[in-house]
């Protein structure tokens, strides 16, 4: 009896233990299953949901944490059937001259355009006023993003030949154009129509012409020819004083670009050297002429910096070759800051204080004035204009303009292109007529 009962306890336990063996099998069946379900449901996260750039989110996407990301971004408009010849940072948007127009646009303010029918326009920002005139024409107005301040109607008789230069800051304006017998005449007024300044170069022709940053002067750049032999020619004008007047002439070069750090310092940029004038009086020995960068057999492609502008990029091609390609950031002071090296052609180039971005097509690179690469972004579709500010890029690409962080990688999704289609509050078209404008007259 014991016996039988001992056999029947073994049974008992073996069955125990193989029932714990089978609960422990089915268990690891069960998790391997919903681990492997839960590896399958985040592998198609990862390709299914993109993050979204929308209006309201003002951090677009993240800092960049060395990786690429995959993005759909909304756009903040579409330019139909028109030419954009200029984009720069505007207040947290931008603000885009076209033919017709212009147009600013910004994920937070409504989108504003403005018509007019100018030959040639000309797009100067200062701060938050845009200057915009029609060169070797006669017009001019001053706007910003809800109407136009004033237009050269304003200004009866001021100007009476085309316009081959102008600039506009702290409410004056410098206006350069062409003149008989003289070759040039120029003109510095206010916005009441008060005259600061205004002369006459009888041989040379204005090319650009600069207020001084601190408000007390004006500097002319013009370029002239001597025995058959071009020169460029500087004048610096104090308001202040009538004696004072500062010319320089350098020969075999033409004036490229100008800049006015102060009524005593010249930043100027011909098509062979960089140089920093400085002057106090004409006759005064003092005065200095320090060439910055002398570009030798390099050719000069592209001279980048705006009315406040603290930095300089210099583009130069080595031998006159686009595959080898050194961009320059200088600050006005002549400080090198850093030297970037390009290895094919790009497209376009833009510069803020804090960024450059090189368009390729397809891609834009952003550098910081240090020289450090901070950013990429790749499309999917063919890409023009590119412009920064202090925090984001802004991206022409199919008439779309999209707006990113500077600083990380990205890449445009495939499907990024259909996006706008959903997004038809945001598509726009320059007005037919002034009548149309949305800005205030």
Do not use: W
Request: proline share 1%; charged share 25%.
């Amino acid at each position: 009896m014991s016996e039988k009962k001992e056999i029947t306890n073994k049974k008992f336990v073996l069955y125990c233990v193989i029932s714990v063996v089978c609960v422990l099998i089915v268990a690891v069946i069960v998790c391997i299953s919903f681990g492997l379900s839960r590896r399958r449901d985040k592998s198609a996260d990862t390709t299914t949901t993109i993050p979204q750039i929308t209006e309201e989110e003002s951090e677009l996407v993240d800092e960049d944490d060395g990786t690429e990301k995959e993005i759909s971004p909304d756009s903040l408009g579409y330019v139909v059937l028109d030419t954009i010849k200029k984009v720069t940072a505007y207040k947290d948007g931008i603000v885009a001259l076209t033919n017709t127009g212009t147009v600013y646009l910004s994920s937070s303010e409504d989108t504003t355009t403005n018509k007019f029918n100018y030959s040639n326009p000309v797009m100067l920002v200062d701060n938050d006023e845009v200057f915009v005139f029609d060169k070797n024409g006669t017009d001019f107005h001053l706007e910003n993003s809800e109407k136009t301040i004033c237009t050269n109607e304003d200004f009866k008789d001021v100007i009476k030949y085309g316009i081959q230069a102008a600039d506009y800051r702290d409410d004056v304006f410098a206006i350069a154009t062409k003149s008989n017998p003289n070759n040039s005449y120029f003109v510095v007024f206010t916005k009441s129509g008060d005259v600061k300044a205004h002369g006459y170069l009888e041989k040379e022709y204005i090319t650009d012409i600069k207020l001084t940053q601190d408000g007390k002067g004006v500097v002319i750049a013009a370029i002239g020819s001597d025995n058959a032999e071009i020169y460029t020619y500087y004048k610096a004008i104090k308001f202040d004083y009538d004696d004072f007047e500062y010319t320089a002439n350098f020969s075999n070069e033409a004036p490229v670009y100008l800049y006015a750090k102060s009524s005593e310092r010249i930043i100027t940029v011909t098509n062979s050297f960089f140089r920093i004038m400085t002057y106090t009086r004409s006759e005064d020995e003092n005065n200095t002429v320090d060439v910055i960068l002398d570009f030798g057999s390099n050719t000069l492609l592209a001279v980048l910096a705006d009315n406040n502008s603290a930095y300089i990029t210099i583009a130069l091609a080595a031998y006159g070759s686009s595959d080898y390609i050194s961009l320059y950031f200088y600050g006005t002071d002549g400080t090198l800051y850093s030297v970037v090296e390009l290895n094919e052609a790009y497209k376009s180039i833009d510069a803020s204080d804090k960024y450059v971005t090189v368009d390729y097509g397809n891609t834009v690179e952003v550098y910081s004035r240090e020289g450090e690469k901070c950013g990429s972004i790749r499309l999917n579709t063919a890409q023009t204009l590119s412009t920064s500010n202090s925090t984001n890029v802004f991206v022409l690409a199919d008439n779309y303009f999209y707006e990113l962080k500077a600083k990380g990688k990205y890449k445009f999704a495939e499907n990024s292109s259909d996006n706008n289609q959903n997004y038809e509050t945001q598509v726009f078209t320059i007005p037919v007529t002034e009548e149309d404008s949305t800005l205030e007259k």
